[in-house]
T-cell receptor, first 116, second 114 residues
């Protein structure tokens, strides 16, 4: 299994508070992603990173920011959490520099975030 | 932008039988890849099978195979000899463009029964 660790696994917070989710990888992969999963929507891309300090927005980036100061860590921050951000958050990694035959995404085990 | 449609929200199949999950997609890219992921009750996202769009041959992985129709933009998953452990949510996801981004469908919940 790909070495991806998400923390925390569960979190309950109140509306208006800041929240940071962490994704840590031991694979030295270049690309990292944050997705959210909601009923009826599948997984939707929030932000992704293509290297240290290199990030870009996905389709549902409003209300979220990310940072990547080291290859192994990708942080997702909710500056002021809202109830609409209650969701399961998944981190994923990909080594796009591998051969195209091997290109694929590996996922962490997810973080259940509840905003009350 | 890519769109993905999984038109079967829920399906049920008996153990040892065969089931096919459908997926259609739309993309403007010429070179892309297609994936099926499963998500069992444990919530873990598990890669089931992968197809390169430039390959005409359909991918197979043990009991799992795909029917890839590029012109129709259709990518169905066939599970043979279904097992109880196949009970899960199944997501179809194309990957195209730079940065290996996946676009997911809304999923099909598969229940395997005795």
């Amino acid at each position: 299994d790909a070495g991806i660790t998400q923390s925390p696994r569960h979190k309950v917070t109140e509306t208006g508070t800041p929240v940071t989710l962490r994704c840590h990888q031991t694979e030295n992969h270049r690309y990292m992603y944050w997705y959210r999963q909601d009923p009826g929507h599948g997984l939707r891309l929030i932000h992704y990173s293509y290297g240290v300090k290199d990030t870009d927005k996905g389709e549902v980036s409003d209300g979220y920011s990310v940072s990547r100061s080291k290859t192994e860590d990708f942080l997702l921050t909710l500056e002021s959490a809202t109830s609409s951000q209650t969701s399961v958050y998944f981190c994923a990694i990909s080594d796009q520099d591998s051969t195209l035959e091997d290109e694929k995404l590996f996922f962490g085990s997810g973080t259940q975030l509840s905003v009350l | 932008a890519q769109t993905v449609t999984q038109s079967q929200p829920e399906m049920s199949v008996q153990e040892a039988e065969t089931v096919t999950l459908s997926c259609t997609y739309d993309t403007s890219e010429n070179n892309y890849y297609l994936f099926w992921y499963k998500q069992p009750p444990s919530r873990q996202m598990i890669l089931v099978i992968r197809q390169e769009a430039y390959k005409q041959q359909n991918a197979t992985e043990n009991r799992f195979s795909v029917n890839f129709q590029k012109a129709a933009k259709s990518f169905s998953l066939k599970i043979s000899d279904s097992q109880l452990g196949d009970t899960a949510m199944y997501f179809c996801a194309p990957m195209a463009g730079t940065a290996s981004k996946l676009t997911f469908g809304t999923g099909t919940r598969l229940q395997v029964t005795l």
